[in-house]
Nanobody, 115 residues
C-alpha cells in the first residue's frame, strides 16, 4: 500500500499562485509515476500534471505554461507550482501515485480561485 498526504491548497485571487505538495510513504519502490488530478463540482476527475520516476512530465492543455510539476526523490514528495491561477482552476486537487495497473489516491485538497 501507498499513503499520500497532500498539503498546500487554499483560496487565492485570480492571477495568484499556490504550491501543492504530496508526500508518499509505504510501498513506494514500485511506483512509476506520480501526478495531480482535479475534480470540479459536476465534472469528472481529470489529469492536471504527471511526472514519471524518470523525470518526464506531461500537462493538461489548460494548465500548460502556468503549472509546473516537480519531484524530490529524497523526500518522496511531488510538488505542483500553480501560477496565474484562474477561477476555472477551482477544484479539489488529488495526488495520485501509479504502479502498473494501480492508482493510489490522496484525500484531496481544495483550491479555490476567486475572480
Amino acid at each position: 500500500q501507498v499513503q499520500l498526504v497532500e498539503s498546500g491548497g487554499g483560496m487565492v485571487q485570480a492571477g495568484g499562485s499556490l504550491r501543492l505538495s504530496c508526500a508518499a510513504s509505504g510501498s513506494i519502490s514500485r511506483l512509476n509515476a506520480m501526478g495531480w488530478y482535479r475534480q470540479a463540482p459536476g465534472k469528472q476527475r481529470e489529469l492536471v500534471a504527471r511526472i514519471t520516476t524518470g523525470g518526464s512530465s506531461n500537462y493538461a492543455d489548460s494548465v500548460k505554461g502556468r503549472f509546473t510539476i516537480s519531484g524530490d526523490n529524497a523526500k518522496n514528495t511531488v510538488y505542483m507550482q500553480m501560477n496565474s491561477l484562474k477561477p476555472e482552476d477551482t477544484a479539489v486537487y488529488y495526488c495520485a501515485a501509479e504502479r502498473v495497473g494501480v492508482h493510489y489516491w490522496g484525500q484531496g485538497t481544495q483550491v479555490t480561485v476567486s475572480s
